[in-house]
């Protein structure tokens, strides 16, 4: 022990402790008094991190430009339900930009999003579409082309949890919709078919990058279902050498709805903030930003200028195949539905 | 028959030293272990820890300077890297004094006081670290979420927990809570508390009791509670999850922040944000040997 006496070292002590309580005081006040910048929260889904980096990053100046301050835009990404819960519990997103519009609906009962969302865009208020694709190991060794290959050739296949990830939802539909329009409708073969496709996937990860991170990074699987642009993010990210793409003859149409969570945005005085940036997404500029990122530009110009990037595919609708996400969801994913049937083991 | 033993044995100090000598090597050979057994010993725990955590280690700093020194220097010039960790430190100032103060009244009351539900209390202390991260992070959304028990009151009055520094503030308070009272109860009960009811004997208040008398005594192991509660604060990752909202920016702690990293494909900021949490282990690691061998020195002070 030291030689210091009680009395000083007490004295030392209890200085030290006041000043440690102030310190934190301080740095806390300093943290709440934070200087205010208007700040716009995009709560977004797993895969668009890379386009929405760009966008805000064109957003800011254009903002500007037009007379109003510089805005900082901040994201939050994950499994689109995922996300749409996290809104719903009360992260405080302006905009919600997700991958289906169950998504979207779920905001509605509790008023967070209007009834009448779809018509407060252009393009359904969705600004580009796109597909779910295959991405395979280089070579394709197992021979996938079309959907029934991926129950055929014993190959292992990776897809997101169709529960909390939109991305794995789209790819569940798509498989449905091959067998009811190439076994004849019929509902009991379409969900064998279902079945005897996720008795081949290994992992369910909650959103569409925690997938493509299984199949790319961690080696697991032979072909990964998912978004078309996430398919060619991954090769231009993690090398050519190592993937190629498969386009099936018949895929499945998906969306991005997109729209203001008005009381939020209210509160924190974004409306005008909010509104003017979900309809920049539907600029030239924007939707150019959207084809060099692979997804399908809602504007049909564009998208046919870019046309070599997106391959002739029978794309389907959810509509048409499950009459709408809403029955959808009600019949496939809810606790119990077909999905959990499928893939109880 | 004492005189007979005492004529057959060799008689004065020498007889006893070799006595005590006889039985202490008798002793040591039951105890000890055959030479093959050390060996299978050593080499599986030394392999298991070699395998699971040095390798592991290394291979964070080896992915972290891949691309060298400038790059991993770089990584820290982007703004929500440097926030995550801003975030990171202004989470474990508030909450590790807290648990300091929670865990030091905590374990006085279990060494020090008789009391009904004193078994209870224990027993609560503990609670967090059987409960899954991920629950404690549910239990403040069930509580504080828009949907929750009292979110509705919450967001009229604007006040933001979820998603918000509060929130990860109290789960990382839930989740590292048990550090500082485990570490210090046993110390506390070891040591009774006769040296400071002779200061309260000798005129002192019931405060300078506690600053000149019980905190030195338990300065070592109240300094390794609070280091492994630090530790743990500055890395929770499941909790904290749960309530951030993975905002950047805004609610992305270091932890949160690296699999942001990782799940963009930025290995290299991704291992050198992980790098500064191994350095932070590292650091905990030494400062818990100091601590626990200065521990000893003082218990082994006391007993003489």
């Given at each position: 022990?030291?030689n210091?006496s009680?009395?000083?070292?007490?004295?030392?002590?209890?200085?030290?402790?006041?000043?440690?309580?102030?310190?934190?005081?301080?740095?806390?006040?300093?943290?709440?008094?934070?200087?205010?910048?208007?700040?716009?929260?995009?709560?977004?889904?797993?895969?668009?991190?890379?386009?929405?980096?760009?966008?805000?990053?064109?957003?800011?100046?254009?903002?500007k430009?037009k007379g109003?301050?510089?805005?900082?835009?901040?994201?939050?990404?994950?499994?689109?339900?995922?996300?749409a819960?996290?809104?719903?519990?009360?992260?405080?997103?302006?905009v919600?930009?997700?991958?289906?519009s169950?998504d979207?609906d779920?905001?509605?009962?509790a008023?967070?999003?209007?009834?009448?969302?779809?018509?407060?865009?252009?393009?359904?208020?969705?600004?580009?579409?796109?597909?779910?694709?295959?991405?395979?190991r280089?070579g394709?060794?197992?021979?996938?082309?079309?959907w029934?290959?991926?129950?055929?050739?014993?190959?292992?296949?990776?897809?997101?949890?169709?529960?909390?990830?939109?991305?794995?939802?789209?790819?569940?539909v798509?498989?449905?919709?091959?067998?009811?329009?190439?076994?004849?409708?019929?509902?009991a073969?379409?969900?064998?078919?279902?079945?005897?496709?996720?008795?081949?996937?290994?992992?369910?990860?909650?959103?569409?990058?925690?997938?493509?991170?299984?199949?790319?990074q961690n080696?697991?699987?032979?072909?990964?279902?998912?978004?078309?642009n996430?398919?060619?993010?991954?090769?231009r990210?993690?090398?050519?050498?190592?993937?190629?793409?498969?386009?099936?003859?018949?895929?499945?149409?998906?969306?991005?709805?997109?729209?203001?969570?008005?009381?939020v945005?209210?509160?924190?005085?974004?409306?005008d903030?909010?509104?003017?940036y979900?309809?920049?997404?539907?600029?030239d500029?924007?939707?150019?930003?959207?084809?060099?990122n692979?997804?399908?530009?809602?504007n049909?110009?564009?998208?046919?200028?870019?046309?070599?990037?997106?391959?002739?595919i029978?794309?389907?609708?959810?509509d048409?195949?499950?009459?709408?996400?809403?029955?959808?969801?009600?019949?496939?994913?809810?606790?119990?539905?077909?999905?959990?049937?499928?893939?109880?083991? | 028959?004492a005189?007979?033993?005492?004529?057959?044995?060799?008689?004065?100090?020498?007889?006893?030293?070799?006595?005590?000598?006889?039985?202490?090597?008798?002793?040591?050979?039951?105890?000890?272990d055959?030479?093959?057994?050390?060996?299978?010993?050593?080499?599986?725990?030394?392999?298991?820890?070699?395998?699971?955590?040095?390798?592991?280690?290394?291979?964070?700093?080896?992915?972290?300077?891949?691309?060298?020194?400038?790059?991993?220097?770089?990584?820290?010039?982007?703004?929500?890297t440097?926030?995550?960790i801003?975030?990171?430190?202004?989470?474990?100032?508030?909450?590790?004094?807290l648990?300091?103060?929670?865990?030091?009244?905590a374990?006085?009351?279990?060494?020090?006081?008789?009391?009904?539900?004193?078994?209870?209390?224990?027993?609560?202390?503990?609670?967090?670290?059987?409960?899954?991260?991920v629950?404690?992070?549910?239990?403040?959304?069930?509580?504080f979420?828009r949907q929750?028990?009292?979110?509705?009151?919450?967001?009229e009055?604007?006040?933001?927990?979820?998603?918000?520094?509060?929130?990860i503030?109290?789960?990382?308070?839930?989740?590292?809570?048990p550090?500082?009272?485990?570490?210090?109860?046993?110390q506390?009960?070891?040591l009774?508390?006769?040296?400071?009811?002779?200061?309260?004997?000798?005129?002192?208040?019931?405060?300078?009791?506690?600053?000149?008398?019980t905190?030195?005594?338990?300065?070592?192991?109240?300094?390794?509670?609070?280091?492994?509660?630090n530790?743990?604060?500055?890395?929770?990752?499941?909790?904290?999850?749960?309530?951030?909202?993975?905002?950047?920016?805004?609610t992305?702690?270091?932890?949160?922040?690296?699999?942001?990293?990782?799940?963009?494909?930025?290995?290299?900021?991704?291992?050198?944000v992980?790098?500064?949490?191994?350095?932070?282990?590292?650091?905990?690691?030494?400062?818990?040997?100091?601590?626990?061998?200065?521990?000893d020195?003082?218990?082994r002070?006391?007993a003489l």
């Amino acid at each position: 022990m030291s030689n210091t006496s009680p009395a000083s070292r007490s004295l030392f002590r209890r200085d030290f402790v006041r000043r440690t309580l102030l310190a934190s005081t301080l740095l806390l006040s300093a943290s709440l008094a934070h200087a205010e910048e208007p700040k716009l929260l995009n709560s977004s889904y797993d895969v668009t991190r890379e386009f929405y980096k760009q966008v805000n990053d064109l957003f800011v100046p254009f903002w500007k430009a037009k007379g109003g301050a510089t805005v900082q835009v901040d994201q939050s990404h994950g499994g689109s339900s995922k996300q749409a819960r996290a809104v719903l519990d009360g992260l405080e997103a302006d905009v919600v930009t997700f991958n289906q519009s169950t998504d979207v609906d779920l905001l509605v009962p509790a008023g967070l999003v209007a009834a009448d969302w779809r018509t407060k865009f252009p393009h359904n208020a969705s600004p580009y579409t796109s597909t779910i694709l295959f991405l395979v190991r280089k070579g394709n060794p197992k021979g996938i082309k079309d959907w029934p290959d991926l129950v055929k050739s014993g190959a292992q296949v990776i897809i997101p949890n169709p529960k909390t990830s939109g991305n794995g939802r789209y790819s569940y539909v798509g498989a449905w919709a091959w067998s009811i329009k190439n076994e004849g409708g019929d509902e009991a073969k379409a969900k064998d078919f279902v079945k005897k496709l996720f008795a081949n996937v290994p992992v369910l990860d909650t959103g569409g990058r925690g997938a493509t991170n299984s199949f790319a990074q961690n080696g697991i699987g032979d072909v990964l279902l998912t978004f078309e642009n996430e398919v060619h993010l991954t090769i231009r990210e993690l090398g050519a050498d190592k993937f190629d793409v498969v386009v099936p003859p018949q895929s499945i149409l998906a969306d991005a709805p997109i729209a203001i969570v008005e009381p939020v945005a209210k509160k924190h005085g974004t409306t005008d903030l909010a509104k003017a940036y979900l309809d920049y997404l539907f600029t030239d500029e924007v939707q150019e930003v959207a084809a060099k990122n692979y997804f399908r530009p809602a504007n049909p110009e564009i998208l046919k200028k870019h046309a070599a990037s997106f391959p002739e595919i029978k794309l389907v609708t959810i509509d048409e195949i499950l009459g709408g996400w809403k029955k959808a969801l009600e019949v496939h994913f809810k606790d119990g539905g077909v999905f959990d049937q499928i893939y109880a083991r | 028959m004492a005189g007979i033993a005492q004529l057959n044995l060799p008689s004065g100090e020498d007889a006893t030293r070799a006595r005590i000598i006889a039985r202490n090597q008798l002793a040591r050979r039951a105890t000890s272990d055959p030479f093959w057994m050390k060996a299978i010993v050593l080499t599986l725990s030394l392999g298991f820890l070699f395998v699971f955590f040095v390798l592991p280690l290394a291979l964070v700093f080896q992915e972290a300077f891949r691309k060298g020194w400038e790059a991993y220097l770089k990584v820290f010039d982007d703004r929500a890297t440097t926030h995550s960790i801003w975030l990171t430190l202004q989470v474990a100032l508030i909450a590790v004094p807290l648990n300091t103060v929670f865990g030091l009244a905590a374990a006085w009351c279990v060494a020090h006081f008789r009391f009904r539900g004193k078994q209870l209390l224990s027993v609560l202390i503990e609670l967090p670290l059987w409960v899954s991260p991920v629950v404690a992070g549910l239990i403040y959304v069930l509580l504080f979420g828009r949907q929750g028990l009292l979110g509705p009151w919450l967001f009229e009055k604007d006040i933001k927990i979820i998603f918000a520094l509060p929130g990860i503030v109290l789960s990382t308070v839930f989740v590292t809570f048990p550090f500082v009272a485990r570490v210090v109860t046993p110390q506390l009960q070891a040591l009774g508390r006769a040296e400071e009811e002779a200061a309260l004997t000798l005129g002192a208040n019931g405060w300078s009791t506690f600053w000149r008398v019980t905190v030195p005594k338990i300065k070592w192991s109240l300094i390794y509670g609070i280091i492994l509660c630090n530790a743990r604060a500055m890395g929770e990752f499941g909790a904290v999850s749960v309530v951030s909202g993975h905002i950047r920016n805004q609610t992305n702690t270091m932890p949160l922040h690296i699999e942001v990293l990782y799940n963009e494909y930025q290995f290299v900021p991704a291992f050198a944000v992980a790098s500064l949490l191994a350095l932070l282990a590292l650091l905990t690691l030494v400062i818990k040997s100091a601590t626990t061998w200065f521990a000893d020195r003082a218990l082994r002070n006391a007993a003489l």
